[in-house]
C-alpha cells in the first residue's frame, strides 16, 4: 500500500508544473537505502514491528539521499520506540527528525496519538526558537 501511495503521489506530481530531471519511484528503490526504507514502511504497516525497525536503522546506516527521508525513517523509529514504552529513545528519534529535515511535522491525526503524541508534541515545542519578551 505505501508504495502504491508513492507511486501515486509521484503521478500526482506529474500532473503539476514540469518539475527538473527526477528520479522515478522503480529506480530510487534500486537504491538500498531507499529500498530499505520502503521495506521498513511495508513492515510497519503490516505490523511487522521488530523487521520494520531494522530496515528503518540499516535504510539511515546506508545513508538515504533526501533528508525528509531519514525524517521519516527516524519518524517511525520514534512511534516503534514509543509503543514499546522506550520513551528516552522515542524523544531522541523525535529530536533526529527535526535534526534531519527542520520543516518535519506530524499529521493532526499523529499528533493526537496518546502514547506519541505527548513526545512528539515536547519535542517540536523545543525545536521552535525562544521568543523573547519585549
Given at each position: 500500500?505505501?508504495?502504491?501511495?508513492?507511486?501515486?503521489?509521484?503521478?500526482?506530481?506529474g500532473?503539476?508544473?514540469?518539475?527538473p530531471?527526477?528520479?522515478?519511484?522503480?529506480?530510487?528503490?534500486?537504491?538500498?537505502?531507499e529500498?530499505?526504507?520502503?521495506?521498513?514502511?511495508?513492515?510497519?504497516?503490516n505490523?511487522a514491528?521488530?523487521?520494520?525497525?531494522?530496515?528503518f536503522r540499516?535504510?539511515?546506516?546506508?545513508?538515504?539521499?533526501?533528508?525528509?527521508?531519514?525524517?521519516?525513517?527516524y519518524?517511525?523509529?520514534?512511534?516503534?520506540?514509543?509503543?514499546?514504552?522506550?520513551?528516552?529513545?522515542?524523544?531522541?528519534?523525535?529530536?533526529a527528525?527535526?535534526?534531519?529535515?527542520p520543516n518535519f511535522?506530524?499529521?493532526e491525526?499523529?499528533?493526537?496519538?496518546?502514547?506519541?503524541g505527548?513526545?512528539?508534541?515536547?519535542?517540536?515545542?523545543?525545536?521552535?526558537?525562544?521568543?523573547?519578551?519585549?
Amino acid at each position: 500500500m505505501v508504495v502504491q501511495v508513492a507511486i501515486a503521489a509521484a503521478a500526482l506530481v506529474g500532473c503539476a508544473a514540469p518539475e527538473p530531471a527526477s528520479v522515478s519511484v522503480a529506480q530510487l528503490v534500486q537504491r538500498p537505502a531507499e529500498h530499505a526504507l520502503v521495506a521498513g514502511l511495508r513492515d510497519y504497516e503490516n505490523g511487522a514491528f521488530e523487521p520494520a525497525e531494522h530496515a528503518f536503522r540499516d535504510a539511515l546506516s546506508l545513508g538515504l539521499r533526501d533528508p525528509r527521508d531519514s525524517a521519516v525513517a527516524y519518524k517511525y523509529l520514534a512511534f516503534i520506540a514509543c509503543a514499546f514504552n522506550r520513551l528516552a529513545e522515542c524523544e531522541s528519534d523525535f529530536r533526529a527528525a527535526f535534526a534531519a529535515d527542520p520543516n518535519f511535522r506530524l499529521t493532526e491525526a499523529e499528533i493526537g496519538h496518546p502514547i506519541w503524541g505527548p513526545v512528539y508534541r515536547r519535542v517540536a515545542a523545543s525545536q521552535r526558537p525562544a521568543l523573547k519578551p519585549d
